[in-house]
Nanobody, 112 residues
Framework: VQLQASGGGLVQAGGSLRLSCAAS????????MGWYRQAPGKQRELVAR?????STNYADSVKGRFTISRENAKVYLQMNSLNPEDTAVYYC?????????WGQGTLVTVSS
């Protein structure tokens, strides 16, 4: 199973970006997909997650600004009202059976 993330880039504060992540390979059972991020000098943290039931959860810092969605083996993260604190490498995650897979990361830089 491989994950390919895209959509990162440089944006001004207040702007928007949409991240995409596509899973490929032998995919039999997806339990959930999500987005994490890691800012310089900080630990990787959960941004948003969506499970098979459609239930979602978000980090408090992004609630009301970010929206996660999923279509088959693709997961998206719509990011609005971005601020410099959102600058990080964003990683998509796939929960597949008992395994966890990660994408390569896509850099989001928000300028003030």
């Amino acid at each position: 199973v491989q994950l390919q993330a895209s959509g990162g880039g440089l944006v001004q504060a207040g702007g928007s970006l949409r991240l995409s992540c596509a899973a490929s390979g032998r995919i039999l059972s997806i339990a959930g997909m999500g987005w994490y991020r890691q800012a310089p000098g900080k630990q990787r943290e959960l941004v948003a997650r969506i499970v098979n039931s459609g239930s979602t959860n978000y980090a408090d810092s992004v609630k009301g600004r970010f929206t996660i969605s999923r279509e088959n083996a693709k997961v998206y993260l719509q990011m609005n009202s971005l601020n410099p604190e959102d600058t990080a490498v964003y990683y998509c995650q796939l929960l597949h059976g008992r395994n966890v897979y990660w994408g390569q990361g896509t850099l989001v830089t928000v300028s003030s």
